[in-house]
């Protein structure tokens, strides 16, 4: 890409610093080379990009605190969870203050008469589920990083996963937020309660905001009943397109299961073995699950969902018999982005969503294109809700040229079927420069003017979301 | 109350009456009697308050070019739909131009194929709901005045119902607005996708922003299949104190009906023997609805709903065993509010929202206040998720003092118990000075600000949510 972005002037480091170490312990802060280069990426493709500092506060006042200083002493500061984020939205762009909200990492309170929850950010995504789960309760997001990511960044980043399509993502859950504001304010938003309409919903703002508008420390979530019984089954295919269409017809009969996962071919070859044997003759694989109380009407679902793959090419439907099965299944689906990887030295990893007609239509022409271009495209996902992980497979960086060419086309092609640029990964310093594909230039100003309302000094996780602005 | 908001400056209407017969037809521009005095109440009891004159755009632009021609003259404009609100949103409180939706009326798509369906606000949200059942497909809020009121209104108050209890408000199935913000600038903001999390999530903070952000001239809402199944039934108790504490253990069960209706004792005298015989000694009853697509799994789950319930007192389940006794069961819940208005001639009707296991509590607390203001209070609605309409019945004026006071307490006792003021109606202009009793006034002010960000003329439904400030 450019020159790198600029970065914040060394004196400021040293004034934030010297007044950061009168508000933390000296184990909260740290500036060792192990500490920067940990907190200098995440799991997306976008760079190596070290803070100056990072610190870990405890509680919402040291939080507080610590924006009060880089507002003082005018240091950018960007908060970070895991860092299993995919777009690059933790990544200190210029430098400054890494804020990682791990230590915040306590379960508060979980109520299954009121069935929520309230947790601190740091919280690992896969603990809040467990720990529900173990009463009866069910919260259902499940970003596939669910056993490191955090609800914090869940939050930031308004996270899916596979039960999205019958569930819905993190936003759905989030009722409630403690929320401290680019300038240090601490509010209150939202309720303790399932509904509740007073005021602007400033929840809905803030879930999904990417780290630009300010931070949750203390997030409380609705839950759901644990669904009693959860079948899973494998669907065959000859090809994926055959996969395809037999996601939207399964939809389009009015059956909802909780999961619909497809793997195309070259998915499907690279995990094949690990683990996990596909039948021979196997071009595409559709990973089905279904969950409710009654398990006869989950088995007559099923069978019906089986019959209409059928009736598009489906070769066989495998259901596993019991846990351990079930397992493999996922685990099939989980080293998906591993065993890509393995093929060749590099991956870019998207996540597109088109409209669900436009699923059969969008994986032809990635395969289309990838042919043109001689890149080898892999695509896989969460097809039930049209959101696509397609993957752009390469062998170094004198391919990336032409990566970032079918990285555009797929962009165009994605928002011209009426689809966006991101289903869950967000935006963040990987899609910034492609926003304005799908979005108007007015729609986006607005926006900047609204990070600017919250944030006008600009200094809370610069340079992401939004374009980077044209110098005159 | 206090004195009557101050009105518009009879030039400024002149002027903007002129401007606007310039871009709208003689009969899309009404000053009549009539036309002024039916645009100036709606269904809560916030008074009379007659626009100057009402439009009636009939597409987009048009709505542009009436905000534009407001905005110019200096003249307030308030957006409305079926006038249907239970919390003065829609009422013109300075006079000025009320701006009716109403003739964009249209259903422009629906996909079963996407899962979605594009409206004009002026739709009402019946016609919506059996033109996507017509087609296998379900858009499930349910606000009571579905036979009457708009989508357009729904959006901008964040509409419930009774099935809010599984499946969520009107927020949860809008994925994409067109926008007239209130300068006139039109905007697209969401998506036509199921999932998408491209930039800042606007259509969260438009939706239920009670016409003062902004009006929806076009809704993209989401659509799941029809479920194929539907059981209700009606579970007796001998007193409401049962028939809460029977709601929260069946939820603490792990059953989540669609709809979970508690009448009290108040209510269930009002409507027996209005089409509905309860039978005798019945002193509370809870409506039940479950939906699914395996008859047997619902019929299961309604067993044992009413095992929880008669382990918590319930003296009879009787299930409706066609399509005409499901329909006098709901009748009867429709049949609540006009007939506790048949009681007494005034009643004020809330909204309040706690969590779910301070349902008995409260209804305790209501019923003890009631007693001892000497007040007849009614609690009946959504005690699924702890949305209950308390209803204050008195005489007449002279009451109001009495009245305004068991407003206060009730409000003070909700928010004690971890609830909200409003869980499905808005603040609008009925409850705005009751919301410091809910929210900080760090959280007010950033509120009042964010609207004075969209509306820096604060002409575009002036005087609502947020509490009248003081003169100083």
Chains 1, 2 share one sequence.
Not at 54 to 61: E, H, I, L, Y
Not at 365 to 377: D, I, P, Q, W, Y
Not at 382 to 391: F, S, T, V, Y
Request: charge should be negative; proline fraction near 7%.
């Amino acid at each position: 890409m450019s020159a790198p972005p600029p970065r914040v002037e060394p004196g400021r480091v040293a004034r934030v610093r010297e007044a950061l170490a009168t508000v933390l312990a000296p184990e909260q802060l740290r500036v060792d080379d192990a500490a920067l280069a940990a907190y200098a990426r995440d799991e997306s493709d976008s760079g190596v990009h070290a803070p100056d500092l990072v610190v870990f506060p405890a509680d919402t006042r040291q939080v507080s605190q610590v924006f009060k200083a880089c507002a003082v002493h005018g240091v950018p500061f960007t908060p970070c969870g895991a860092r299993s984020g995919k777009s690059g939205g933790s990544l200190p762009l210029h430098g400054g203050v890494a804020v990682s909200l791990e230590r915040m990492n306590r379960i508060l309170s979980i109520s299954p008469e009121d069935l929520t929850a309230v947790v601190q950010p740091g919280v690992i995504t896969g603990d809040l589920m467990k720990a529900v789960e173990a009463v009866g309760l069910f919260y259902p997001p499940d970003p596939n990083s669910w056993e490191v990511c955090t609800l914090g960044g869940n939050v930031a980043e308004n996270a899916g996963g596979p039960r999205a399509l019958k569930y819905g993502v993190t936003r759905d859950y989030v009722i409630g937020l403690e929320w401290v504001l680019p300038d240090g304010e601490v509010v209150r938003v939202g309720r303790r309660t399932i509904k509740g309409v007073a005021g602007y919903d400033l929840v809905g703002l803030f879930v999904g905001s990417e780290g630009t508008l300010g931070v949750a420390t203390e997030i409380t979530v609705q839950l759901i009943p644990l669904p009693r019984e959860v079948l899973t089954a494998l669907v065959v295919f000859p090809s994926v397109l055959h996969a395809a269409r037999a996601v939207s017809a399964v939809l389009a009969a009015g059956i909802l299961p909780r999961c619909l996962e497809l793997i195309d071919d070259v998915a499907l070859r690279a995990v094949n073995g690990r683990g996990f044997q596909f039948p021979p003759g196997a071009g595409s694989a559709v990973i089905v699950e279904v969950d409710g109380n009654g398990r006869e009407g989950l088995l007559a679902e099923l069978s019906q969902l089986g019959d209409i793959c059928t009736s598009q090419g489906a070769t066989e439907t495998l259901v596993a018999q019991d846990a351990s099965q079930r397992e493999k299944l996922w685990a099939a689906r989980r080293v998906i982005s591993p065993a890509l990887r393995a093929l060749k030295p590099h991956k870019i990893s998207e996540d597109i969503v088109v409209p669900r007609s436009k699923i059969p239509e969008v994986i032809e022409r990635l395969k289309a294109m990838g042919a043109e271009l001689g890149l080898t495209v892999a695509t896989y996902g969460h097809a039930g809700d049209g959101n696509l992980h397609a993957n752009i497979l390469y062998e170094g960086a004198h391919q990336r040229p032409l990566v970032d060419e079918a990285l555009r086309r797929m962009l165009v092609m994605t928002v011209e079927l009426g689809g966006t640029i991101t289903g869950e990964h967000g935006v963040g310093h990987a899609k910034r420069e492609y926003l304005s594909l799908e979005q108007s230039p007015a729609l986006i100003d607005l926006q900047r003017r609204l990070k600017a309302f919250f944030d006008p000094s600009g200094l809370l996780n610069p340079s992401k979301i939004f374009p980077a602005l044209m110098r005159s």
